[in-house]
C-alpha cells in the first residue's frame, strides 16, 4: 500500500494539535509541560514542548532528546493507543476526523497506483515476527517478556539475578532477518531512544555478528552515572554486560559503559564533572590473523587503548585511574572481562562476589586518593596557602622600594618606587628623559642595577647629560664669563672652550660615578629597531649574565619597533605595555617607561590619562601613572625659562593616593630636577 507524503504531512498538520491537547492531560500548546513518554516519569522541570514550524508540527522533549520523527501525530496515536503498524495509526486518524489519504484503502476499494509512494507496508510474508528497529515508546517489555520467561539467558549464561533482569528490564527478543530466518538477542535498554541486541546463539554471530542494536548512533549504558553524586568514583566499562555484572554484584557503586571504543559519548558528558572516573578495561587475548599467527599482542592493545584514554582524558583534565587491581583479578582468572569471571564454575557466587568487590573498593579507593591528592596538589599550587611560608619570609625581609631622590615624591609613594609598570608622560620639553636618568643615577647609586633602553639618543649623549647634571656644583669660564654649570650641548661640541674653575670639584664627582654608579648603570641603544620581545630577552640575558634583576627604563614607548606589522599603532603600544607590564610582574621589579602625549593635551587645563599617545591600555595596565604638566597659560612663559617650576601629577596609583600635584623645579640647561620648596 502506498501513501502520498504530502498528505500525510497535512493531516499530521491539521490534527496534531487537538490530538495533544484533547488525548493527553496536562499539555499545553504555549510552553513546557511533562513529558508524556513512559520511560521519562521522572520529568521533575517539564521539558516537552508542542512545536509548531512553517513544515511541520510536532512534539519533542529537549532532556531525553525524543526524535521528533516518532513523536508526531501517528507517534502519539501509537503512544496512546499502541498501533504499531504504522497503516493501523493512519487509518485511525482519518476514522476519527473523517479524513480521506490516497492510496489508503479504508472501503476495499483499489488503490490509485499512480501516486506517490511515501510508504511502502510490509508484505505479508514478513508480517510476523515484525523486527524492532527502534525502540517502542510505550516500552511495552510483554512482547519479549515471553521469550524471556522460556529461555533463562540471562539467569544461565550470564549469572545475573532475577531483581538485576527486573530492574534493567532485560528481555529476549526476536528479529526477522529477511530470508535468514529468526535471530534471537538479549535486549537491554539504554533509554526511549535507544537499546543493545546482542545475539545469543554462537553460530548465528558467526553469520550475523555480535549486535542488532536499535538503529542510530551507538549509545553509553547508564551515562547517567556520570553525574549521579559528583564526588562518587565512576566505573567506566567497556560494555554494558559488565556493568550489569557489578550492579549484580553490589549496587552500592557507579558505572556506565561505552559506547563502543569510543570515549566521544562519555566526553560529552564529563566535561564539567567534578567525581573522579575509574576505567576497567578487558583483559583481551593476542589478536591473531585467520593463519594464528599473533599480529598484536595483548601488551600492546592494553597500552594503546590506555595511551588513547590517557590523551583523552588528560586534555579534559579530569581525575581517572585504571582500575589495575580489578584488571589483576581478570588476568589472575584468565578471564576476558567481568562477566567470564562472574559466571566461573569453580569458585562459589559467594567467594566471587567477595573478590570482585574487594578489588572494585581498592580501585575505588585509588581513585578518591588521587582525587584528594590532585585537589592538594591545586591548592598548594594555585590557592594562598602556597603562600604561607613564602610571604611571611618575604615579609619579613621585604624588598627595599626604589629611592627618586625626590624627596616629596618619594613621601606621596610612601617610600619610592614599588615593583610594577611605571608610565611618565608630559609635554615636549617638560624633562621626561631627564626624569628618567637622574632617576636612574639615583638608583644605581643605590647598588641597584639599571637597565636603560635608550630608543632616540646615543649613549655619549646620555653620558654627557648625566655629566651636565653633576657639573652644576662647579664653575665653568669662557671668555671671561663666568658660569655654574656647563650644558649637553657644550660637553659635546664646545669642552676645550672652557675653563674648568673648581676642576677638583667635578674630579670628584665623576670619579664616583665611575667607580661607584656606573658599573650599575647598563645602556641599550636601540635607535627605532628594538621591539618589546627585544627588549624582555635583553633583560633575561642581564639576570644571566649578573645575577641581578635590574630596574628597567623605557625611553619611549612609541619609540618601539611594531610587534606585528599588521596591527595599528594603538594595538601595537596596547601589546607593548600588557607586555612591560607582565614583565614587571614576572620579575618583580619596576619598569619605568616614557610615553608622549597627543596634541590635544597640550590645550588642557589638567593632564589626563587619555592624553598618552596612542594607547588607552595604560589607563588599565599601568600601576603607577606620573604626569610633567603645567598650567596651558604658562606654557609660553615656562618654555623659555632656563629653570622651570612645574608640576609633577599622580594620574594613578594603585599602592597609594591618585591625585596629588608635586611642585618641582627643572633645569633644563643642566637636566636637572630637585623639590620646588614654595
Keep these: 500500500m502506498e501513501l502520498d507524503k504530502r498528505e500525510l504531512n497535512e493531516l499530521n498538520n491539521r490534527h496534531i494539535e487537538h490530538f495533544l491537547l484533547s488525548e493527553f492531560e496536562g499539555t499545553t500548546n504555549k510552553g513546557n509541560f511533562k513529558c508524556i513518554l513512559p520511560g521519562h516519569k521522572h520529568d521533575r522541570n517539564p521539558s516537552m514542548s508542542f512545536n509548531d514550524e512553517a513544515s511541520k508540527k510536532y512534539v519533542k522533549c529537549f532532556t531525553c532528546h525524543s526524535d521528533k520523527e516518532y513523536l508526531d501525530l501517528f507517534g502519539l496515536v501509537r503512544l496512546k493507543y499502541g498501533y504499531d503498524n504504522f497503516i493501523d495509526q493512519v487509518k485511525f486518524i482519518c476514522e476519527k476526523y473523517g479524513e480521506k489519504i490516497n492510496g489508503l484503502n479504508l472501503n476495499g476499494k483499489k488503490k490509485d497506483e499512480n501516486k506517490a509512494s511515501y510508504l511502502q507496508a510490509p508484505k505479508p510474508q514478513d508480517k510476523a515476527p515484525e523486527p524492532i528497529n527502534k525502540l517502542s515508546y510505550v516500552l511495552d517489555y510483554a512482547k519479549w517478556q515471553k521469550e524471556t520467561a522460556k529461555n533463562r539467558y540471562w539467569q544461565d549464561v550470564r549469572g545475573l539475578s532475577q531483581s538485576t533482569i527486573d530492574y534493567f528490564n532485560l528481555g529476549i527478543n526476536l528479529f526477522q532477518e529477511n530470508g535468514k530466518g529468526t535471530i534471537k538477542t538479549?535486549?537491554?535498554?539504554?533509554?526511549?531512544?535507544?537499546?543493545?541486541?546482542?545475539?545469543?546463539?554462537?553460530?548465528?554471530?558467526?553469520?550475523?555478528?555480535?549486535?542488532?542494536?536499535?538503529?542510530?548512533?551507538?549509545?553509553?549504558?547508564?551515562?547517567?552515572?556520570?553525574?549521579?553524586?559528583?564526588?562518587?568514583?565512576?566505573?567506566?566499562?567497556?560494555?554494558?554486560?559488565?556493568?550489569?555484572?557489578?550492579?549484580?554484584?553490589?549496587?552500592?557503586?557507579?558505572?556506565?559503559?561505552?559506547?563502543?571504543?569510543?570515549?566521544?559519548?562519555?566526553?560529552?558528558?564529563?566535561?564539567?564533572?567534578?567525581?573522579?572516573?575509574?576505567?576497567?578495561?578487558?583483559?583481551?587475548?593476542?589478536?591473531?590473523?585467520?593463519?594464528?599467527?599473533?599480529?598484536?599482542?595483548?601488551?600492546?592493545?592494553?597500552?594503546?587503548?590506555?595511551?588513547?584514554i590517557i590523551e583523552k582524558m588528560t586534555e579534559l583534565n579530569l581525575s581517572f585511574v585504571f582500575a589495575d587491581e580489578t584488571f589483576e583479578l581478570l588476568k589472575r582468572y584468565k578471564c576476558k572481562d567481568l562477566n567470564e569471571f562472574y559466571n566461573l564454575q569453580d569458585i562459589s557466587i559467594k567467594e566471587k562476589k567477595e573478590l570482585l568487590i574487594n578489588a572494585l573498593d581498592y580501585d575505588k579507593k585509588q581513585a578518591l586518593n588521587q582525587k584528594n591528592e590532585q585537589l592538594n596538589n591545586y591548592i598548594n599550587?594555585?590557592?594562598?596557602?602556597?603562600?604561607?611560608?613564602?610571604?611571611?619570609?618575604?615579609?619579613?625581609?621585604?624588598?627595599?622600594?626604589?629611592?627618586?631622590?625626590?624627596?616629596?615624591?618619594?613621601?606621596?609613594?610612601?617610600?619610592?618606587?614599588?615593583?610594577?609598570?611605571?608610565?611618565?608622560?608630559?609635554?615636549?620639553?617638560?624633562?621626561?628623559?631627564?626624569?628618567?636618568?637622574?632617576?636612574?643615577?639615583?638608583?644605581?647609586?643605590?647598588?641597584?642595577?639599571?637597565?636603560?633602553?635608550?630608543?632616540?639618543?646615543?649613549?655619549?649623549?646620555?653620558?654627557?647629560?648625566?655629566?651636565?647634571?653633576?657639573?652644576?656644583?662647579?664653575?665653568?669660564?669662557?671668555?671671561?664669563?663666568?658660569?655654574?654649570?656647563?650644558?649637553?650641548?657644550?660637553?659635546?661640541?664646545?669642552?676645550?672652550?672652557?675653563?674648568?674653575?673648581?676642576?677638583?670639584?667635578?674630579?670628584?664627582?665623576?670619579?664616583?660615578?665611575?667607580?661607584?654608579?656606573?658599573?650599575?648603570?647598563?645602556?641599550?641603544?636601540?635607535?627605532?629597531n628594538l621591539n618589546v620581545l627585544n627588549i624582555e630577552k635583553r633583560i633575561k640575558d642581564h639576570i644571566i649574565a649578573t645575577g641581578n634583576t635590574p630596574f628597567v627604563i623605557v625611553d619611549y614607548l612609541q619609540g618601539l619597533a611594531p610587534y606585528n606589522e599588521k596591527l595599528s599603532d594603538k594595538q601595537n603600544a596596547d601589546f607593548n605595555v600588557r607586555k612591560l607590564k607582565m614583565l614587571s610582574i614576572e620579575l618583580s621589579t619596576p619598569i619605568l617607561t616614557l610615553s608622549s602625549f597627543n596634541r590635544s593635551s597640550y590645550k588642557s587645563d589638567e593632564p589626563l590619562l587619555s592624553a598618552f599617545k596612542e594607547s588607552g591600555g595604560i589607563e588599565y595596565t599601568a600601576d603607577l601613572v606620573l604626569s610633567l604638566f603645567a598650567e596651558k597659560d604658562s606654557i609660553k612663559d615656562i618654555m623659555e625659562s632656563e629653570t622651570r617650576s612645574i608640576q609633577l601629577h599622580i594620574l594613578k596609583n594603585r599602592n597609594g593616593a591618585t591625585g596629588k600635584k608635586i611642585d618641582i623645579e627643572y633645569n633644563a640647561r643642566l637636566n636637572y630636577f630637585q623639590d620646588n620648596e614654595i
Design 186 to 308: 538479549a535486549i537491554i535498554p539504554v533509554n526511549d531512544n535507544y537499546f543493545i541486541a546482542r545475539l545469543i546463539d554462537p553460530e548465528q554471530i558467526k553469520i550475523f555478528g555480535k549486535y542488532r542494536n536499535c538503529k542510530g548512533k551507538m549509545q553509553p549504558f547508564n551515562i547517567e552515572d556520570l553525574t549521579r553524586i559528583e564526588h562518587e568514583p565512576c566505573f567506566v566499562l567497556e560494555g554494558a554486560i559488565d556493568c550489569l555484572t557489578i550492579f549484580d554484584a553490589c549496587s552500592n557503586f557507579y558505572f556506565c559503559s561505552l559506547s563502543g571504543k569510543s570515549l566521544t559519548a562519555i566526553e560529552e558528558r564529563v566535561k564539567h564533572i567534578k567525581k573522579p572516573l575509574v576505567f576497567v578495561l578487558d583483559n583481551d587475548p593476542d589478536r591473531k590473523d585467520e593463519k594464528g599467527n599473533i599480529i598484536q599482542t595483548a601488551d600492546d592493545i592494553l597500552h594503546e587503548r590506555k595511551k588513547t
Design 381 to 528: 599550587t594555585y590557592s594562598l596557602k602556597h603562600k604561607e611560608h613564602s610571604f611571611l619570609q618575604e615579609t619579613k625581609n621585604p624588598k627595599p622600594l626604589l629611592k627618586t631622590g625626590l624627596n616629596n615624591l618619594d613621601s606621596s609613594l610612601n617610600g619610592g618606587l614599588a615593583p610594577g609598570l611605571i608610565v611618565l608622560g608630559g609635554l615636549s620639553g617638560f624633562g621626561k628623559t631627564a626624569f628618567a636618568l637622574q632617576t636612574a643615577c639615583n638608583i644605581a647609586e643605590q647598588n641597584k642595577d639599571v637597565l636603560y633602553f635608550s630608543l632616540e639618543v646615543t649613549d655619549n649623549e646620555i653620558l654627557s647629560r648625566i655629566i651636565s647634571r653633576m657639573s652644576r656644583d662647579t664653575k665653568f669660564r669662557r671668555n671671561n664669563n663666568e658660569k655654574k654649570g656647563i650644558s649637553t650641548h657644550e660637553i659635546l661640541y664646545k669642552m676645550n672652550a672652557f675653563v674648568v674653575q673648581d676642576e677638583e670639584l667635578l674630579t670628584k664627582h665623576l670619579d664616583d660615578f665611575f667607580s661607584l654608579t656606573a658599573k650599575h648603570f647598563y645602556i641599550v641603544e636601540g635607535i627605532f
